[in-house]
């Protein structure tokens, strides 16, 4: 139980003392002694104020006191509330592309929830907070294909943090991310400093280039040989080329059977017909030559960064489909006509590419694996490829001390939860009813000698 | 056989104390039998007294012839004649004298007063009279018989104190001529009995007071208490802490009031507390000194 004004409570303390003063005070006909001198006594009141070793009217004080205690104890406001937990954790998770292995997330956050810890999901959207109530079984987002603010992140963190604090008496902030630059905004630092303790940092390692999902999956043609391809002899040449995966489908002019990106895995599905042009495009009758094809890569999704350019003897044989809210150019050819789209789909998308690539070393080219990994920017945009912060950086925050900080509970507390207070007024007015016909029947009866 | 005891036996030492003291008249006496008191009567006893020349109307018999024959001149032998001087010892037993509750010390002690001056009075071969108004009054004629002190014990014994029967009525029944000891605290109708006792007084009579004052009521208990006058139901009074230097002033400016109004009426006022030795206030009362030195209040 809390009062959320223990002031009249107190002050209905103080009224309850008074009034046993009061009782022990109690003006009353003092002890009769015959004088026969008496006249000579000043005259006065009858009835003198005394101080008495215990209280008079006992029934009467009793009811009093209770009742006033009743009345502070209503206008104290108790509310009745849980006990609270020595420590509660706001666990904020990284469900940003940021992250390179969703298994090291869950590991971390089975170690570090538990029951009735608050589970923050970020990314660069609002995701569902999740109260812990069994650490083995926390159900978390897919990961995101983009990287959010972290400053948005801390901020839900610390008002969690604030919820937490009346189940718990101190509360820490859990940090589970890779920490990488493309989340940390010109907000971040200030977000930081709000929090007056320090923010328990469990880093993740960052997704990157390098990691194990960046693989480029070439589906060839039947019979036809990786080493004959030169996209294939490419994406192997050139690696870990993206964020994630991306399945370039070579197989016929319809390029290939994939229908779109997944969402689980966030693979990357590129339909690029070995010859010809892809579904949907229109072969161009007279068939000419361009040397170069831009594709841009977009970081963030926020700002072109840099673009990749393929310089060569292309033949160009298509014409891409027109434009409209669901296809958009992602690559052109160096007189501005488009050379590769992206069309919508249901969860995704997919990219065609309408580009014959020429004999020679173009595949093999730095460039090549560049424009690659601009085809493996995510649908929706997102990043290419990401920056872990570095540790000096964050160093002030995670220094700062004690990382649990001690909560008050907040007064806001719903009051809908304090049923008690028309109890205690209810049974106050009972009392003074009680005390009102007690007074009265004895006001009726003589009164006794003194 | 049971031996019925003596209603003085409780008060011997307290007669014996006074025993042999005498309580002369403070004036001629106008009574006629032979006593000891002066009397107011030139007679022929054989104390001589003085010479006073004749004057017709005279008894010749009381001529001194023999002056006569020697010297020519007429001259009559005057002698004092003693007599007796009947007292009067009127004890107020209103309730007021019940006090305190329970010792009834102001009765107790102006009974034994009383008695020890009708001793004293008996002593002197004085007829001593009781008067004990009240409820059941008690009255006793004045007499000299051996005895007088044992019924007047056994009377006052008897009167239990009550009511508040006023005591100048009383003094009405007195002769003129007699000495009166009013022993009273003075809280009933003490005007009217300073009245009377001025009359009489002037008429040549004789009048002691003695006032009685219980030790409880120059020093009552402490504390809050509601003083009740037995005499008057409605005079209820709170007598705290506060108001008892209030109370002691006003009882002690009331007994000084009181003794200097009986003293400038003529009579005789001693005032006693109950803690007093009873043989020295009687011997107070009947020292034929200066009164102004006899008793003053506490």
Redesign the interface.
Known sequence: MRLLAPIFLALAGLAAAITVVLHLLAVR????????????????????T?MARTPTDILLLLLRIATLLLIGAALARPILQPERSDLGRVLLVDRSAAVANDNEVMERLSALAREGDLVLQFADSALPVVTVSDPAGIQLAPVSATVGSLTTALLSGQRAAAVLGDSAERVEIVLISPLVQEQWDAGTQEALELWPGAIRLERLRAATTDSARSVVMVQLPDGEGAGSDPVAAGAALAGKVALFPIVIARTGENGGSASGTSSATRSILVRWPVSGVPNGWTVREVRDTVSAVVAYDFASGNAVRAASTLAGPFERSGVAPDLDGDTRAIAWWSDGEVAAVQRSVSEGCVREVGIALPDGDLALRPSFARFLAALSVPCDGGVASLTPVADSLLQPFTNRGETAVPFERSSATDLSAAPLVPWLLAGALALLGAEWVVRRRQRGMPEAA? | MTVSKSPIASHGALLDAVRGLRWPATRRVSGGLPGAHRSRMRGTSSEFSEYRPYRQGDDPRRLDWKLLARSDRAYIRLADDHSVLATYVLVDAS???A?P?GSNA?WEVAQRIALALCSVVHATGDPVALLVPGPRPVRLAPRTRSGTVSDIARSLQSVTPDGSTPLSPSLDMVPRGARVVIVS?F?GDAGNLLSRARERVASGGEVHAIHVV?R??LD??R??????????DS??????DA?RA??LD??GQ?RAELMADWRAAGAGFTALVTDEPLDRVVRRVVAPVDRSMSGSPT
């Open positions: 006909r003092p002890q009769e002694y015959t004088l026969p001198t008496a006249r000579f006594v000043p005259a006065g009141a009858v009835r003198a005394s003194a | 309730a007021s004298m006090f509750a102001k605290d809280l219980a409880e009521e009552p208990p504390g809050a208490r509601l003083t009740r006058d037995p005499e008057q005079v209820r009074r709170p007598l705290s108001s209030a109370y006003a009882f009331w």
